[in-house]
């Protein structure tokens, strides 16, 4: 039999991660592999971030558009006084990775409106997004994504001592959507005016609550997260919800709607060597090959993203130049600065004089301005390994990922 040593007390002591691992299911190892992303590096994000760092996870990608403020730092394990003004992503980035056990955890961050700006292809090669969200925009935006991609991910949600989380697994079960109320559809739409252009003045429902709950939410977040990742039973498609106040602790079953709009999924998908940073000439001229789709293929934005080529000041009909995706125009920007500096806004112009916009959605070698096909598959609004539909000559579709992976992400 074998003695008991000094040096193997002296392993356990070395091993950070002795306690957890002697869970009987507990796996290490895949910890280390897994890849997640976080989206929204705020209250529950910083202590979601934070778990996984302590936990061992290896490759972690945060997403976020936000700048930290003062009101931040109650509820933000992460940020200090000095980091005010300071990108949220960036510094929860720098943070985790100071705070890891293990030198070569992978951390990567992202900058960005991830409605717009994160494409597909990034959710597929994650094997797990955890939504830290206060908005049902975003959340929609991430469901939409995640089963497109096949991708599970865990949302989490909370108001004042109230909490709760939801595991989704497309394509199975319900998604997120499938239990909004058109109310809440609606709503999501309101920091967009009626054709997607940003409204700067919209101002974010401001959420009561505290870093308590937070904490409570983000500890339930990333142990369904864990034990998903330790092949471990999960809660699909239900609420596992928490009530602070008088301490009510229940699990809901939720329904999955047939007619729901979001478990959309690619018949099939063909990786290109082509990344967002290569013009939309040289895109067509490699889908437009007869492996690919073939002579007349064009690209097509429908049902997906919108490009404003130029629009008709409503006051005095001059034309305004725009050429860029429609997600990055703000509403202001529709009214021409020589109107603007008459201080004429829409509100004084008659309601029924239309906008005249020209958009184009349909792009190929045929149609489209000799400016525009030396624009970047990015200026025009796709994003870094985003998946596009491609329309061949018999109207059949085929959906190309940009598989060339020139990264968007900083690395710490
Ligand atoms: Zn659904
Ligand atoms: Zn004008």
């Not at 705020?42 to 490759?59: C, F, P, R, S, Y």
């Not at 308590?212 to 330790?230: D, H, M, N, R």
């Not at 997600?327 to 202001?332: D, G, K, L, N, V």
């Amino acid at each position: 039999m074998k003695k008991f040593t000094i040096e193997s007390i002296n392993n356990i002591e070395n091993n950070p991660t002795d306690r957890q691992e002697r869970i009987s299911w507990w796996s290490q190892e895949r910890l280390k592999n897994a890849k997640v992303m976080v989206v929204g590096a705020g209250a529950i994000g910083n202590e979601t971030l934070k778990n996984l760092a302590l936990i061992g996870i290896g490759n972690i990608l945060i997403v976020d558009f936000d700048t930290i403020s003062t009101s931040n730092l109650s509820r933000t394990v992460l940020f200090r006084k000095e980091d005010v003004g300071k990108k949220k992503a960036e510094v929860a980035a720098k943070r985790i990775k100071k705070m890891a056990f293990h030198d070569d955890i992978q951390v990567s961050w992202f900058h960005g409106d991830l409605v717009w700006e994160l494409g597909t292809g990034i959710y597929e090669e994650m094997d797990l997004v955890l939504g830290c969200l206060d908005n049902v925009e975003a959340r929609i935006s991430i469901n939409r994504q995640c089963w497109l991609s096949k991708t599970p991910w865990i949302d989490s949600g909370m108001y004042e001592l109230g909490m709760r989380v939801e595991f989704y697994n497309p394509p199975n079960g319900p998604c997120y959507q499938c239990n909004l109320t058109p109310k809440q559809l609606e709503n999501a739409n309101k920091r967009y005016s009626c054709d997607q252009a940003k409204l700067k003045a919209f101002a974010e429902e401001k959420m009561p609550t505290t870093q308590i709950t937070s904490a409570i939410v983000s500890g339930i977040q990333v142990q369904e997260a864990v034990k998903f990742l330790c092949s471990q039973k999960v809660e699909v498609g239900k609420k596992i919800y928490f009530q602070g106040k008088n301490n009510d602790f229940d699990i809901f079953s939720k329904q999955e709607d047939p007619h729901c709009t979001a478990h959309a999924e690619y018949p099939n998908v063909i990786p290109i060597p082509v990344n967002a940073n290569h013009t939309l000439h040289e895109f067509l001229q490699l889908i437009t090959k007869k492996e690919y789709s073939g002579k007349g293929a064009s690209l097509d934005f429908r049902g997906d993203r919108t490009f404003v080529k130029t629009v008709s000041c409503r006051i005095c009909f001059s034309e305004i130049r725009l050429m860029r995706p429609t997600f990055r125009i703000s509403a202001e920007e529709f009214i021409c600065s020589s109107c603007r500096l008459e201080g004429k806004f829409f509100s004084d112009t008659n309601s029924s004089v239309e906008t005249v916009k020209v958009t184009q959605d349909i792009f190929n070698l045929e149609n489209t301005d000799e400016e525009l096909l030396h624009f970047t598959l990015n200026q025009i609004g796709i994003p870094f390994q985003h998946i596009v539909a491609v329309i061949d000559k018999e109207d059949n579709y085929a959906y190309y990922k940009l598989n060339n992976k020139e990264t968007i992400f900083n690395k710490i």
